[in-house]
């Protein structure tokens, strides 16, 4: 069988590489490509695509794309507005799942068993609503939404909007936040948009989730190593993400995370070098 994770960019995924090191742990002989799509490109991808493919990992920027091509949803999908996820089925089924919501909420989990009430979020896309969800799940009353452009922002507010419980979201320029009052930082936006203003205005914050992984450690993620708060970074959600990829692709529960968190370490140690 064949998967695949298709984006753009995608050349710096790694997810060829936890879920190859996962179907070896498992014993399948399957393979698993990364695949440029651009923007636009995502319906006529999927329509060629033969029975030998079972399933595609999706990301930037088309998260939002594929839902208009879906046959079924799962409730993050529906909820979020946007599937990280694709199960193919032979007889041309397009399942949509969104597995980085509770990819997110595995990863907090691991890290911290703390109330999270206030969050604030730096960026605004699908992967920022999703991570939004999973604090919602969790207790979130309230969110600082800090995005370059706030008019295009209201997909992710009305995403978080349809959780049972929305916690009340604002909506704040990127440029100039300061005196951030928060118990969670999640950023979803560059390292190199994390100015040293940015970084400094988040000095408080005890929980700093980063879903980069790749340049890591972001100017966040080293400043809260230096002072010792709790660290949440983006191999962490793409581990959990993923495991629950290869488990819905699979039909396999017995799904190996610690290779697969191997797998991703020393993709970014070869990196490193």
């Not at 980085?100 to 730096?122: F, M, N, S, Y």
């Not at 799904?255 to 993709?267: H, I, L, T, Y």
């Amino acid at each position: 069988m064949h998967c695949a994770v298709l984006g753009d960019p995608v050349e710096h995924s790694l997810s060829p590489a936890l879920h190859r090191a996962a179907y070896v742990a498992l014993g399948l002989d399957w393979s698993y490509d990364a695949v440029r799509v651009p923007s636009g490109g995502l319906a006529a991808y999927v329509a060629a695509l033969g029975p030998e493919w079972r399933g595609l990992s999706l990301t930037m920027p088309l998260k939002r794309e594929v839902v208009p091509l879906l046959t079924s949803r799962d409730r993050w999908t529906d909820v979020s507005g946007a599937a990280n996820t694709v199960l193919l089925d032979t007889d041309g089924g397009r399942h949509g799942l969104n597995t980085d919501v509770p990819g997110a909420e595995a990863a907090i989990a691991e890290a911290t068993e703390g109330p999270l009430r206030r969050a604030v979020v730096l960026g605004g896309g699908a992967t920022a609503a999703s991570v939004l969800l999973a604090l919602a799940e969790r207790g979130l009353e309230r969110a600082t939404l800090a995005v370059r452009d706030p008019g295009r922002a209201a997909d992710t507010v009305a995403a978080v909007g349809r959780h049972p419980s929305p916690p009340e979201v604002t909506v704040v320029p990127l440029d100039g936040l300061s005196g951030v009052d928060a118990d969670v930082v999640v950023s979803t936006i560059p390292a190199s948009a994390q100015s040293n203003d940015l970084v400094a205005a988040m000095d408080d914050v005890p929980v700093v989730f980063d879903v980069v992984y790749d340049p890591w450690p972001t100017p966040l993620a080293v400043a809260a190593a230096v002072d010792r708060r709790t660290l949440v970074g983006g191999l962490d959600l793409l581990v959990w993400q993923a495991v629950d990829q290869v488990r819905a692709m699979t039909g396999r529960f017995d799904v190996p995370v610690a290779a697969m968190r191997r797998a991703g370490e020393a993709g970014l140690a070869e990196r490193r070098r």
